[in-house]
């Protein structure tokens, strides 16, 4: 992975959640991050703002979870109870478990500015009032753990963290959990099922966490590059993060965007909301490596559909994206070059998807290993009559609202897009009769 | 209530449950698997889908799981749409993916959730060409076999078992589609309610391994509606017959007792009926040896020795049973006359029993019904191991601590039937249960406290938990600071509650318990609480036994051996359960003994004359059950249609010829309802009796109802061995139901009383979930009313209670002797389960069990035996260590084989045993 060259000419102003990285990538301590204006968010907060003056904030900036879906944040804030009357406990959980293939922003942020998470994390405790909170955290990622919790050590020790915040009457405790590798742990409803020692199977919503999550109690769950946007949100202003995407997206902010794939350098890098796929690919990707040729590619993430190189020129965002029929995800281009077969590629992310599977629901469950073997005869050219129906059939009734959560349908998009793109290559996998019979 | 429109039909359905739930409610047939009345929805299979329209004018419409769905007013759907057809079709395809296409060898099949889907969806051929993922199979003991490559993964048997029934051995493991439901690994499953799994599993993962032993699909076997002998609850069962044999026991709904669920003793306890050894001819001793006789040889003989009895001016005692029915028990009565009619309980439990029947009767507080228990928020149990003595209870009361969670969910407008979201909300959380026992129970896990000491001092906390929610209740002298702490917190438990629920019994062999437990419940009602209570007595017509006013048994022995009676007529009856060997040798010495019973037990080899008795499976019958529920349950199949030489007839058969012949009179009873009309003219406490079922002469359409399946087959030749003659199907003039396939076998909705449907089937519907299509609304109540008649009815007293005093004294260990106190068994303890082969083998060995201290005073360790004297008779016994034992007391498992006759509550010495 790499990081921007020349992050040292970086600015908070334009890079909020990269700025303070450091070349080496080792993480900041606490120090060099309360040196960098680390912790003021979280000092404004508590000393001069309201709970709901924070929420409110967050709700003004326009900040859309970057977990994938793009759901506003402080919406999702603004649903939990509040109040004299409002549950004791509460929870907040960051979603750190994250497994979406080609997806790898995450981890730079809890590696190398770890405190910036903590900070985050405090400061959205503070909107809702939770008591506790947790970050879900993947389980491969060992130095991220590491470097939480020693930074979660460093912030207890210096008060952010613990009975008082800061010297004031309200408390917060922080954990990290390590996942065991279920990728449908990033699913919020299924994480917060984990969380209590429970099977990794999702949630039917409504009830939605913010009402009754963990422990049944209101719980809100975000992703580690939405709350890490929160304290800068906080010193620096909703307006300020309105214009941080320059007029390119309607969608405020930064967002960390990457590419792999055979692409010349591979990596992610804070770039405005609304670049254009064209600039992450060719300006800071590097281009396709010598001698490969585009042929589609991912917007971000396995769950995804493919978009076409005719695509490149749109602006990542979630509404832009959404319209050229796929969804940004996590804005992590994943690439496929022309030398790929598109139904070995397919084939691979769906053996994925069907491993993946809670097992909770029929179609998922039984639906994707059906796909994927599907697949794999086309692949091997043992296809047959009736299988690009079957898929076709799969892609429908394996989509969203059949099946219980989002997993399957997520399985789904690059499958139905490449059907799409590419029926010709799937048709090729299909026996052709040995003998015709003469009528 | 709300109105939805389904497939252009407007209907009025309550809004506050899912679509599936009033779809069904409705009759229509929507398919569905992870889904269960009783289990609630998940949304996992999504087999229900439909189409939802967001208005009239919405053609379009979407995709929706029906069970997930709230049945809102203005809900417009539709089952017929093409797209939700063909969904549904695939849902079932993928479910096909990896179940095997073994339905011709499969126990399953013929009454198969998963094959009646599968037609119902239309799915006929299969496109999957892979591989099928297999899997390994588990031996779970000897009630439940195990065949995980038929799995759906459709998580009912989890929820059912871990969620509802509290078992903690029944997991899921692995992910994706290589999900596993099992154990951890292999071993006999711990819940006493597994069997429940083979009618919640919906194909053949779980299927009930006594019937596979002799197994038959189930449209080739014969049912009756019956009530479950083996314990005072009443769970109505519907036994299936072939080749003369009970093939299997199945779960009949009754919308106020069991509902879906039957316990693994009610399930798989009813091989005494099969029993090779069971008398099925009269017989007589001759020469000290019993030989077979004819009826009428045997009759006259009775009727001889009784005439011979009587010419001498003595006496003929007849001993009834709380195991026999109220028509057996009324004609030994009409037989000996009121007064030399005696009781067949022990001594003690008749003092028990009559003690709960007072409390039932004469109080202002109802029984509970089962179902009735479930709704309770917040229990007290006093005394009683309900587990083991009425073990269906237990399940219930899991419900009572569940119930937590579905008001947790309900403040967060969250519906009950939301399974998932209502345990997410509840989490932990449950409604106060306090279980005060001898010895740890198998529901301490639901309880909010338990408090163990010895029966005296669980009955004084009981006065002090009365005099705490009343003060004009008894008090208790000297109780110390931690249990008055402990009555005050049941008290405000038990006062905060809107339904507290007191439930008690007879198994602790201590009347003061009782006492208590009445004193809790009136002391609540007079706070104006809706109060219910439920005690557990020992057999399945003990209630009905009581009623019927039997003397004490001990005065019929003591006559006997005295010599002023010279004649026991005995009905389906052990003495040696009822007494000591010493006083039923002495009562027999001289007596001449008349026995009539279905089983080969140690009074019945005394018998002079011994009549060859129907069981349940072979004749007809009404018991009363705990909460007062007359009930009928009907003969299963013909034994002389096999054999016609079969000597087996009913009880009360066999009295009303023996008495019209030793009173050379003639016969007065000529039918079933003879009987019960008699009963109720002389008991008028008993009206409800000729009510529990309707009589002979009901018809519906002109037809009796069949007890068998409408495609039934072999009748032809299933004598062929014996005659190739195929004899006239038997006649059955006692009920309203036949021996045949002919007659009614519909299923409109109201038409047949819900006490005269033998088995559940529907057209579309063989398995057990066609119970859903005989109910007012699925999961409710049965068409045309739950069957059975509550005899009680304390809403009729209107004079306060008197509350009993006073309060027992403290119980205090004495040296060099131990208090019995009873160790029930809901596998051993009750005498005819117990004969059953699966149940032997569940049951535990005969031992005596102290708490380590006191057995260390005897210089005995766990493993060491002890030497105990009962009522005369020697045992060496087994020790268990078992900590919570009050000092001073020793537990006997009274009933179980190998323990002599043992009653709670005596002081007995114990020594070390000598080493064998």
Redesign the interface.
Known sequence: MSAAPSRARLSGDTHPLTYRIQPDLQPLDIKAYEAQDGYAALKKAIKQLQPGDVTKLVKDANLRGRGGAGFPAGVKWSLVPMGADAPKNKYLVCNADEMEPGTFKDRLLMESVPHQLIEAMIVAAYAIQARRGYIFLRGEYIVAAKNLNRAIDQAKAAGYLGEKVCGGDWGFELFVHTGAGRYICGEETALITSLEGKRANPRAKPPFPQIAGLWGKPTVVNNVETLSNVPHIVLRGAAWFQGLSQGKSKDAGTKIYGVSGRVKTPGCWELPMGTSAREILEVHGGGMQDGLQLKCWLPGGASTDFLMPEHLDLAMDFDTIAKARSRMGTGLLTVVDHKQNIVSVVRNLEDFFARESCGWCTPCRDGLPWTHKLLQALERGQGQNGDLEALEQMTRFLGPGKTFCAHAPGAMEPLQSALKFFRGEFEAGIVKPATQVAA | MATIHVDGKQYEVDGGDNLLHACLSLGLDVPYFCWHPELGS??????C?VKQYKDANDTQG???MSC?TPSADGTFISIADAEAK??RA??VE??M??HPHDCPVCEEGGHCHLQDMTVMTGHASR????TKRTHKNQELGPFIAHEMNRC??C?RCVRYYKDYAGGPDLG?F??????YFGRAEDGVLESEFSGNLVEVCPTGVFTDKTHGERYNRKWDMQFAPSICQNCAVGCNTSPGERYGELRRIENRYNGSVNHYFLCDRGRFGYGFVNAKDRPRRPWALRDGKAITVEIGEALAQAANLIKAAERNGKKVVGIGSPRASLEANFALRALVGAENFYDGHSSAERALVARSLQILRDGPVSSATLRGIESADAAFVLGEDVTNTAPRVALALRQVARGKAVA?AAQ?H?AEW?A??VA????HDKHPVFIAAVDVTRIDDIAAATYRNAPENLARLGFAVAHEIDANSATVDGLDKATTALAKTIAAALLAADKPLIVSGTGAGLESILSAAANIAWALHAKGKKVEIVLAVPEANSLGMAMLQGGDIGRALDQLAQGSAEIAIVLENDLYRRADATSVDAALKTAKLVVIDHQDQPTAAKAAVGFSAATFAEGDGTMVNFEGRAQRYFQVYDPAYYDAGSGVREAWLWLSDLRAQARSSEIDWHHFDDVTAAIEQAFPALTGVVAAAPGAKFRMKGLKVAREPHRYSGRTAMRANISVHEPRASQDADTALSFSMEGHNGIQAGERPASLVPFAWAPGWNSPQSWNKFQDEVGGHNSGGDAGVRLLDPAANTAPATYFSPAPKAFAAQSGLWRVVAMNHIFGSEELSARAKPIIERAPIAYAALNPADAAALGIHEGGHIEVTLGGVKARLPLQYRAELAAGTVGLPIGLAGLPFAVAGASIALAKAPTA
């Open positions: 998940v949304g996992a299979c999504r087999q889908a979407r995709l929706v997930m063909e969904f695939s849902v993928w479910l993916v990896n496109r999957y060409r892979f759906i993964s998580y899921v692995g992910a994706h589609d290589n999900v947790l967060k969250i939301q998932a979201a997410d909300i509840g989490q």
